[in-house]
């Protein structure tokens, strides 16, 4: 096995599989990445931790086809070290010694054979639907920041997927707050598909994806699989049944405001600096032209800031986490948000002007 690369194409293939590769396992092979030749100007690159795989796909100058696993936290180390100028070189000897050349710098490591390697899911008779990646891309950042890490409700530890004819929908919550987003996809699924995907996954995802061209996702009922620009990632699904989200949805709205969001964001911000981690909290307090954003606590002292609104009639107060209005306001893509509130103790929603979007935040007991 012969190999000549490109430093910046192994550069940037090793680096997004090595958020893959577990050193917290017992099977040495999962410390590995599996090297194989596809054809003579092409080799794939893949690593699991058994629950999330990822392939990439990278030109290089193949001499003698074959296959390989190797090390991946030391190949990493030794690919980005050597200096840009020269090509690297790469090959297999006997007993899976690898030889890492370039310009004056010699490697040696020890691989495992391929045969060790566990075995990559097929997803080829999977259900596909395509979708633009740019799309798909705000649709996770707007609803994965979400989810729960509480392992005692596993159902919520990931993000569901609901995809039928040509829509697909995206709805994240830990049970303080939901996030739910309804798109159009490129593609007509008959059948309806629903899957939870794990947080890593959706991780993974979001640390690959570009905002250019499609990305096609493979349906399966015990993996899904996504493949854009010569990556695929084939992950399980989280067992279980995902509640029933329409239920935490506000059903009516009494005062919808619109306002700016980098400006909420910002007060929201400020104010919370003196909010504790006790009493993470900040009140809201709606009048009729004005919203009063306030953050205290009884050992740092007291924020307060102002909020210019077009007059509404209905005057009121909600307490939130500030860190739940943060979390969204930072990944919406407008200028303006639209805040809706019905009761003090019900839920406060934000929306974007012209998506299916809606953000619940379940409010917290005023003082």
């Not at 099977?27 to 990439?56: F, Q, R």
């Not at 924020?303 to 500030?322: C, F, G, T, Y």
Request: aromatic letters at 6%.
């Amino acid at each position: 096995m012969e190999i000549l690369f490109n430093k910046e194409n192994l550069v940037k293939a090793t680096q997004i599989l090595s958020t893959v590769v577990t050193t917290k396992t017992p099977l040495v092979i999962l410390n590995n990445v599996l090297m194989e030749t596809v054809s003579e100007k092409e080799v794939k690159l893949t690593a699991t931790d058994l629950e999330v795989s990822v392939s990439i796909k990278i030109p290089a100058e193949v001499t003698d086809q074959g296959c390989i696993t190797i090390p991946a936290k030391k190949f990493n180390d030794i690919i980005r070290e050597i200096p840009d100028k020269d090509p690297i070189q790469l090959d297999v000897k006997k007993n899976n010694n690898i030889i890492i050349e370039s310009g004056r710098c010699f490697f040696k490591l020890i691989g495992l054979p391929k045969d060790d390697f566990p075995r990559i899911p097929d997803l080829e008779k999977a259900e596909e639907i395509k979708i633009g990646l740019e799309t798909f891309s705000n649709m996770l950042d707007l609803t994965s920041f979400s989810v729960s890490y509480d392992d005692t409700r596993p159902s919520l530890k990931g993000v569901l997927f609901i995809i039928k004819g040509e829509t697909i929908t995206l709805v994240a919550t830990d049970g303080r707050r939901l996030a739910k987003i309804k798109d159009k996809t490129l593609s007509n699924l008959k059948t309806e598909y629903k899957a939870i995907v794990p947080t890593k996954t959706i991780q993974e995802l979001s640390r690959s994806l570009s905002r250019e061209e499609k990305i096609k996702i493979y349906l399966d009922s015990n993996q899904i699989g996504f493949s854009f620009n010569g990556i695929t990632i084939i992950s399980r699904l989280i067992e279980g049944n995902f509640p029933d989200y329409n239920q935490i949805i506000p059903k009516e709205v009494k005062t919808q405001l619109k306002i700016n969001r980098e400006q909420l964001f910002s007060t929201v911000k400020r104010t919370s600096l003196l909010t504790t981690h006790i009493s993470q909290k900040i009140r809201m307090d709606l009048f009729k032209n004005k919203i009063v954003v306030l953050g205290s606590s009884v050992e740092l002292g007291e924020a307060k800031e102002e909020i210019e609104i077009e007059k509404q009639e209905k005057e009121m107060s909600i307490a939130v986490n500030p860190n739940y209005l943060t979390d969204v306001l930072k990944n919406i893509p407008t200028e303006d948000v639209l805040l809706e509130l019905t009761e003090t103790e019900k839920p406060m929603a934000l929306k974007i002007d012209g998506m299916d979007y809606i953000y619940v935040v379940m409010p917290m007991k005023l003082d």
